[in-house]
């Protein structure tokens, strides 16, 4: 040693500097790498809240009409059948145009398509619930068609609408004033099932769709998913076979989506069957698809469980079988929940496997049941953001924000759930 | 891999055993040199150097308390076993026996200046150098075969202690005849007495020592045994000292 | 150092009254051989000690005694143990029973996430030892009284048992496997992870219990050896050296091995 000048207190005095100055830079990564993170998802959330809130809100025409007994044919005695034939649809028409006096056929055209072809629906079920509104005048909020709608919430006032001529703005702006055209709760987003037009579509049939293809997939993956976890852990002999099976099961977890509705069409299908576009055959093929995960993480779930307490009840003369189901599962269940709750959110979400067996369909109707044609959210909005209209844009965005709503209730489920479990412990 | 039985994995605790080791045979060397500076004093008549013995009775004293506490430290702190529990062990009894030595050594310095008074000492002379000799050798035959683990020295010590007694046995008779024949020398001849009763209490320490030494190397506690005992345990085998 | 050549067993390996006999036990994983023709009597009420260096095979031994090496695939035991004169690894005898008949407490303590109550309940329970509420009642309370520790936890039995301290917590174990009646307690290294009060009162605790029980107990403690124990075996590399009264071991040991390991010069 020349320079031995330097006391090892000195070196590292020195040494700390730099030691110092690296620890700062890797913190500022780390704040630089949290940070772009929020940003992308603020502007995630922001774009599509911007664009989703308004589907949450719907224009309609607030006027009193005349439900005219004999214009429509009905009296108080009429039954459903006959409700259901009678014309409310001039009824509308004949309302607006004594409202508005519209000059010659062009312009009652231009009139009539202001008004949503729901509006008659909305008189109808009005009648067939009370028979008694017959020949009275009520007060109805009408729906607007959705470019009205659209005029309403977005462009009133300072843009341009491709949709609607000066006639038809001279006439809503009038109505504007007056008071007649507002918006409300869009209860029909709700209540409805798909629709081709945008002011009366709704997510109910996609989500009663989504919730029975999750039903059936959590009664047949979670079971599964546990009793595998437990066979491969505790009781599997440790040989080429089951190490070759668990490689599979992690390889499983990693394959893409869409084949598992490739396979699905394959099999279950074509080879076994079942109807297509069925909350069944997507929880068949969504099964397949988070088994993996539950498998997984329920496996690292009874890992995660200490050796001694399994030693313990062995010690005492307790079976195999009385270990796990008194000591091993009990303990590992959160985890074991927690990880089948994440692998129904990704199910929750996905859309590949079920545009191949059908799902992708254009239904109207609610499903009452896991064998009924159906859709699932995202399959509703990947749908949606397919259509021409100005109007389902904002409903995809809607209809996004209430997947979200879900994946976050079923995520905090998860992390309450664990909470809640991990406390005994 | 070959092992190194003979070092501890703790050095400290090597240190400490030879440690006191080393001092007992110190005080041994000293106790030794008390005795033999003793039987000198009685012989020659010299009072010098029966004063000297007595002054250095002090030094025995601090030695055996200062080995004593060694001993204490190393079972406090390490807990000996085994080999290391009887080294221990038996360096606090031979330390507690050199003391005692060093003790009848300073009692016939005493005597002797009492003897040396009285200008006559001729009585028994024979008898106090010769068994004061063998008891200065039995001392340091104890020593050398605690140093050196050697059972076969010891049992020799053991052997010559028998010899002393019968010395003793037989000074005795001589003393009570002397007595019997001319009770004026009965004061002289207690004094002699005691002289002689010291040498042979100090054979009887040396034996307790090998004694030790037979503790130390076989495990066997064989204070209080016969002579045939002790000879039958020295043959009886050894823990196994090498390992196949 | 190596496996010592046609070895055999210095001292006392074999008693007049042995409640637990094994004759030339060998022990593999796999391939390796971890324990070699182990043979050793374990009398009924005695404590016996068993110590040697990490890795000597103690451990492996002592859970060879109530096949807790069963739940490891890899592991062969060969030889023969037997239990009250009944060979344990024939291929009739079923472990469960076995296992309430030898019990086992480790050296961590590991009580049920459960309740203390529900700890020592369990047993019995899996077992079918009591018939009613009241009777399984009475056995935790025996139980925990046999543990010395029913006075700390009589007014707490429905907390949890991991809310205990350490040596409670061992103390807990102890009792929970003295609730179902066995006649032979397998302790491994039971105080390795207490204080030396706690250790004090499990030492104090084996010393009752050998009046029902018989006990072996792995130590790395050779004091606690000394002080627990009737009877030491010294195992070295998976071979048992030298077997003992305790009090021989450890102040004339017979094998140059055997000393060298409790004076510490090795291990």
Known sequence: MTKSSMTTREKVEKSMKRRRAAEQRFRMYGVASVLFGLLCLVVLFGDILSKGTSAFSQTVIETSITLDADYLGLDKNADDQQVRLANFEGLIKQHFKDMVQPDGRKERRQLYSLVSAGASWQ??????????????????????????????????GHAHNAMLNETQIGWLEQWAEQGILKTRFNTL?????????????????????????LLVTFLLSFPIGVAAAIYLEEFAPKNKITEFVEININNLAAVPSITFGLLGLAIFINIFGVARSTPL???????LMTLPT?????????????????????????????????????????????????????????TAPLLMIGMVAFVVDVPAFISDPSTVLPVQIFLWSDSPERAFTERTSGAIIVLLGFLVIMNTAAVMLRRRLERRW | MEMNFNQHISGQ????????????????????????????????????????????????????????????QILVRRQPAASDLRMVLAVSRVVRDLERIGDEASKIAIHTMEVSDNSSNQLCQQAMRYMGAEVVKMISGALDAFARHDVEGAVDVVRNDKLVDQQYASALRELITYMMEDPRSIGQAINILWIL??????????RNISEQVIYLVKGTDVRHSSLTEIEEQAQAAAPEKDNG | MSIIENHTTNGQPFCKDPKLTARGVGVFYGEKQAIFDVSLDIGANEVIALIGPSGCGKSTFLRCLNRMNDTIDICRVTGAIELDGEDIYDPKVDVVPLRARVGMVFQKPNPFPKSIYDNIAYGPRIHGLAQSRVELDEIVEKSLQRAGLWNEVKDRLHAPGTGLSGGQQQRLCIARTIAVDPEVILMDEPCSALDPI?????????????????????????QQAARVSQRTAYFHLGQLIEVNPTDQVFTTPEHALTEAYITGRFG
Not at chain 1, 124 to 149: K, P
Not at chain 1, 189 to 213: K, Q, Y
Not at chain 1, 326 to 341: D, K, N, Y
Not at chain 3, 204 to 216: F, H, K
């Open chain 1, 294 to 350: 539950i498998i997984i993480s329920g496996r690292a779930a009874i890992k995660a469980v200490p050796p001694s307490i399994r030693e313990a009840a062995l010690g005492l003369g307790a079976s195999r079988v009385q270990v796990v189901f008194h000591h091993v599962l009990p303990l590992a269940l959160p985890g074991m929940l927690t990880g089948t709750i994440i692998g129904m959110a990704q199910a929750l979400g996905e």
């Open chain 1, 123 to 156: 008189l109808q079920n009005m009648v067939l619930n009370d028979r008694s509104l017959l020949g009275q005048t009520i007060e109805v909020a009408l729906i607007a068609d959705d470019d009205v709608d659209q005029w309403f919430k977005h462009d009133r």
């Open chain 2, 197 to 206: 009763r010291a040498i042979e209490r100090i054979g009887d320490h040396a």
């Open chain 3, 198 to 222: 706690a250790t004090a009162k499990i030492e104090e605790l084996i010393d009752e219990l050998r009046e029902n029980y018989t006990i072996a107990i792995v130590t790395h403690s050779m």
């Open chain 1, 281 to 287: 055959v997507g929880g068949l093929v969504l099964t």
């Open chain 2, 13 to 72: 605790f090597n240190a400490d055993l030879e440690a006191i080791r080393n001092h007992m045979m110190g005080m041994g060397g000293l106790v030794e040199r008390q005795v033999s500076n003793a039987i000198e004093a009685i012989c020659s008549g010299d009072s010098r150097i029966a004063d000297d013995v007595i002054r250095r009775e002090d030094e025995v004293d601090k030695m055996e308390v200062n080995i004593d506490h060694e001993c204490t």
């Open chain 1, 189 to 213: 987003f709700f209540v409805n099932g798909d629709s081709r037009e945008p002011e009366l579509a709704g997510i109910r049939g996609a989500i009663t769709g989504t919730f029975l293809t």
